[in-house]
């Protein structure tokens, strides 16, 4: 019997038969990535405990084979699947059927184990008044809330930095390849591995057993960063080299069991203000000032330009509609039901793909504008939206500022303005997908780019060179206009040489002093910079977990020999 099938076995007797998948069609969703790239793998197993995931983990280590850790695969990055092809057998671990989700104090802390979702624990912490660090987004695509830390991700939200904490328990293999569990948690749970995790799973401590000094659940500083608007430095991105630590900013690899991270009041009296300019100059000058003289950060502020707006009102118009009547608590579900439908119609040949992109699209022609009518009026008169939320108390301050600097055009939102407004933000951030989608006779690709332009940046509407704007259909730009972070989606026409403009791009932002990517980790398309690329090595200098991740070298010891 080979090595690799020995190690297969081992771990069908530790996870169960059912959970252990190695036919091609089986593992194909595990194998490829949310919106891009795939790998092999010999076997893709599904532990059902934190303890079960420590033993899978220890079975492929001992088999020398590279380990692909994984959740929900939402990673658009490419970083949460394998790539390619390894000098080493390779498993994916899946840890999405280790849920959970625990409670600390007064719910203002939570830990989470490796499958427990951020849409999850958004609604165990309504009853409590609370939320999680991200409540858009992902949260409604299924990510977890691991995942959201091991990527540094983002969020759309002015008070809070990207997703960090120094609380956790994850196993790493040390340079003598040696599989070890390291608690860092803040929580007396054992001396053992095994100990530490089933008491971890089954919650059992006492609450003298918690440490609420051990470390940091959040990233407490960036709302003094966010505030500098005038400092040079990105405000914020995902290999901030201050919010490297342990888990956070691990992109696989490690493996991680469970993290502990800090909850937030939520949001109340909330005012939501629609604001257009035809100037960006006028839009980066208030940013400015608001950041500087404001007595409090606002809660968002949302940036969409007219383009993706006409391209979301046609191409997002039924995510917007299924939120709208569904609500987000049976979003998940829906995804769920959706990416079903799509894998049992994929082998039929005659039918596009996916199957119900193509036939939602149709459907939505048929419905109404779904936008309110001062919205539309705003489209037709700036190129430039801007989605402002603050809190009540801070509705003298915000008006005067707005007339200082709009004077006629912004208003504010009716509730149902506001919640249509949001919609449609949230829409817009898949419209360029479904246009792809519909329209792949015509489109060679989307480039989807999210950057963090210095905070002193004052020049944030980018103007391409003739050589590449030729090529693009659309233009598709968004983002967190108070962070300086911009997602922008560029669809390319059939035909062009994409990774060449993308080169071209990359120099242009990196002439500019931009930071890339801002809210996803660097996965298998971007280079890691120095400091991160001494984090992954000093996390797993065996090159065990996610090898290749920042195209480091995929080889054992990064190529390196061996210590001892």
Not at 97 to 102: H, T, V
Not at 110 to 118: F, M, N, Q, S
Request: proline letters at 6%; glycine letters at 8%.
């Amino acid at each position: 019997m080979s090595q690799t099938q020995a190690m297969i076995e081992r771990l069908t007797a530790i996870a169960g038969a059912e959970h252990v998948l190695t036919d091609e069609a089986a593992t194909r969703p595990y194998r490829t990535g949310y919106r891009s790239g795939s790998g092999e793998v010999v076997a893709v197993v599904h532990p059902g405990s934190l303890v079960e995931l420590w033993h899978c983990t220890q079975a492929a280590v001992e088999a020398g084979a590279v380990i692909v850790p994984q959740a929900a695969n939402t990673g658009l990055t490419e970083g949460s699947t394998p790539k390619d092809h390894y000098d080493r057998p390779a498993v994916a671990i899946n840890a999405m059927r280790i849920k959970g989700l625990q409670l600390l104090g007064d719910a203002e802390q939570a830990i989470a184990l490796p499958g427990a979702t951020l849409f999850e624990l958004t609604q165990t912490l309504a009853p409590y008044g609370r939320e999680p660090h991200s409540v858009i987004g992902s949260t409604s695509l299924g990510a977890t809330v691991v995942g959201g830390v091991c990527n540094n991700s983002g969020g759309a939200l002015c008070r809070r930095g990207p997703a960090y904490t120094e609380l956790a328990v994850y196993a790493r293999v040390n340079a003598h390849g040696e599989l070890e569990l390291i608690n860092e948690l803040g929580v007396a749970l054992g001396d053992t591995p095994e100990t530490i995790l089933d008491r971890l799973e089954r919650g059992d401590y006492r609450p003298e057993d918690v440490d609420w000094h051990a470390g940091k659940a959040s990233d407490d500083g960036y709302p003094e960063i966010i505030r500098g608007a005038d400092e040079p430095g990105a405000a914020r991105f995902n290999n901030d080299p201050r919010l490297l630590y342990g888990v956070s900013g691990s992109a696989g690899k490690v493996m991680v069991f469970a993290v502990r991270m800090d909850t937030f009041e939520q949001e109340s009296d909330v005012r939501t203000y629609y604001i257009g300019s035809n100037d960006t100059a006028q839009l980066a000058q208030f940013r400015a000032r608001f950041l500087r003289e404001a007595s409090r950060l606002p809660i968002t502020a949302e940036y969409l330009h007219r383009e993706l707006f006409d391209v979301a009102r046609r191409y997002g118009k039924d995510s917007f509609l299924i939120i709208k009547k569904l609500g987000t608590a049976r979003l998940p579900r829906a995804f769920a039901l959706k990416n079903r439908i799509d894998r049992l119609f994929r082998p039929l040949p005659l039918l596009p793909d996916p199957i119900t992109d193509h036939v939602l699209q149709r459907l939505s022609r048929l419905l109404p504008d779904p936008l309110p009518a001062r919205v539309v009026e705003w489209r037709d008169r700036f190129e430039h939206h801007l989605i402002l939320r603050v809190n009540g108390d801070m509705v003298e301050e915000t008006e005067e500022f707005l007339d200082e600097c709009f004077p006629e055009a912004w208003f504010r939102c009716t509730a149902d303005e506001a919640e249509r407004a949001m919609l449609h933000r949230f829409a817009a951030a898949g419209a360029g997908v479904r246009y792809q989608t519909i329209h792949h006779d015509e489109v060679e690709d989307i480039l989807a780019l999210d950057i963090a332009l210095a905070r002193n940046d004052r020049d944030w509407f980018e103007e391409l060179p003739e050589s590449i704007s030729r090529d693009l259909v659309h233009r598709l730009y968004y983002g967190h206009f108070f962070c300086n972070v911009f997602h922008q989606d560029y669809v390319f026409r059939k035909g062009a040489d994409v990774a060449a403009h993308k080169a071209k791009m990359l120099e242009i932002l990196d002439a500019r002093g931009a930071e890339y990517p801002a809210e996803h980790n660097v996965g298998h398309l971007y280079p890691a910079k120095p400091p991160l690329a001494a984090f992954y090595r000093r996390l797993d200098p065996t090159n065990t977990f996610n090898p290749g991740v920042g195209k480091l070298p995929r080889d054992p010891y990064y190529g390196r020999p061996a210590e001892g």
